[in-house]
């Protein structure tokens, strides 16, 4: 049951079990909450799929060619993508999105009559869709340490930390009373790309800002090994240990990524209370490596999940990869899992919590579990969807989060809106073809 504001003041006593409500046909769950998003490259999916003419292709190879569609998008084209991502998303059974938006200026660099038009038009596509988006404004500084500028970054940079504090805080003046809590449907964070892009002292100043306000952190934190090393190279330390011995983690930090970390790195992530945001079927798709989530879990780290490159969206293919990856990396099964665990699968239950409670508590979302307080957003499951159907009371949580189908998702609900009811969207048909379109004039 809803009061006026939609937000949730009791539950109904339909078996009620680990964050999911059985009802008779169906079941009812928390919404997702995606907590590591690019929009725009959801123009690549599938475009990147071969081998280039480098004798090894890699995440840089490939960053090449999503940096050949970013120097090309319009504002416009912008939102067109940004919507069609999102549409997935909410057919997925996605309420919530943290979108790490760093396209800020017009193709040749020159910043636009409002410095946030692009971080805006994002936020649009997303308020269009229905989703509640944490507009994660990235700092970007540079290309990296000893480098020389890359011209297909030039729609990125922000050179001076004042610039980018300035507009960060005009795009969060601008968006209003979206930012209210405990309803917010949209806000600002802050996302110093990487500790190869922003520089120490621009780093600091992004996080002084960020601690003064109390906003969410996040950075790409050691997904590629290259970065790593240039990082020793420039400080004498690995990424984790610059921001810790420099106290720049902490309880709002999420490091997206982590798979190139050592014990000692995860032990001082774990110290500062810091979050980890793994995005396993980008991860997957361009070689970057395997997170060791079970090492991050054993030291009581909170990871939450994202679809990242968009390569596919389906953040419960991204739970379940965390468990896998592990299995085929180890040769053994249950990794996440403990002998002290008996009935319900408690790997499914730590798995869901990465895409739910923990992703509202990287992204600062109102969202991520049902309980009274908080707003109404959920999903629904339909129990007869041939990829559950069957599914015992014990096994209904490790069921959907090892099997669902995306067709079994029927209703999604934000904030008390239903903007799925039945498994379609009321814009589905238009945000395809804007798509479609967009896509059409980008490659022929
Ligand atoms: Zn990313």
Not at 57 to 66: A, L, N, Q, Y
Not at 270 to 297: H, K, Q, W, Y
Not at 330 to 337: F, I, Q
């Amino acid at each position: 049951m809803c009061d006026d504001s939609s937000q949730i003041v009791s539950l109904a006593q339909a078996s009620k079990f680990e964050n999911a409500i059985r009802l008779k046909d169906r079941a009812l769950l928390p919404g997702l909450i995606n907590a590591h998003s690019h929009a725009f490259q959801r123009v690549i999916r599938g475009r990147t799929e071969y081998r280039t003419a480098n004798t090894r292709d890699s995440f840089w190879t490939w960053r090449e060619m999503m940096y050949s569609a970013a120097t090309r998008l319009t504002p416009e084209d912008i939102y067109d993508a940004a919507r069609m991502a999102f549409l997935e998303m909410a057919l997925s059974g996605i309420t919530a999105v943290g979108e790490f938006h760093y396209l800020h200026h017009g193709p040749d660099g020159t910043p636009y009559e409002d410095p946030n038009l692009l971080a805006k038009e994002v936020v649009r596509a997303a308020q269009d869709v229905g989703l509640r988006i944490a507009l994660l404004r990235v700092a970007y500084a540079r290309s990296g340490y000893e480098s020389e500028p890359n011209p297909q970054q030039i729609r990125f940079i922000e050179k001076d930390p004042e610039t980018y504090l300035r507009n960060l805080e005009q795009l969060s003046k601008d968006l209003g009373r979206t930012n209210d809590r405990p309803h917010a449907t949209a806000w600002v964070g802050t996302a110093p790309h990487s500790v190869r892009a922003v520089p120490l002292d621009y780093l600091r100043q992004v996080i002084q800002f960020a601690d003064e306000r109390e906003l969410p952190v996040h950075m790409h934190l050691a997904e590629q090994q290259a970065e790593v090393s240039a990082c020793i190279q420039e400080y004498g330390r690995s990424p984790v240990a610059l921001l810790a011995t420099e106290g720049l983690l902490g309880e709002r930090f999420t490091g997206i990524h982590s798979i190139h970390v050592t014990p000692k790195a995860i032990a001082m992530l774990a110290a500062a209370r810091a979050m980890i945001c793994a995005c396993p079927t980008t991860e997957r798709n361009l070689g970057d490596g395997i997170v060791p989530v079970d090492s991050f879990f054993k030291q009581g780290l909170r990871v939450a999940l994202g679809t990242d490159s968009h390569v596919e969206i389906d953040l419960l293919e991204d739970a379940r990869e965390l468990e896998y990856h592990l299995r085929l990396q180890k040769m053994e099964r249950a990794v996440l899992g403990s002998a002290e665990d008996s009935g319900m699968s408690a790997i499914a239950v730590r798995l869901f919590a990465s895409a739910t409670v923990s992703g509202a508590e990287s992204i600062d979302a109102p969202g991520g579990t049902l309980e009274p307080g908080r707003p109404a957003d959920f999903f629904t499951v339909d129990l007869n969807d041939p990829s559950i159907a069957g599914a015992s009371e014990d096994d209904l949580l490790s069921s959907i989060v090892f099997a669902l189908s995306k067709t079994a998702v029927k209703d999604v609900v934000v904030g008390g809106n239903r903007i799925v009811e039945d498994g379609r969207h009321a814009q589905q048909e238009e945000i395809i073809e804007r798509f479609k379109k967009l896509q059409k004039k980008l490659w022929g």
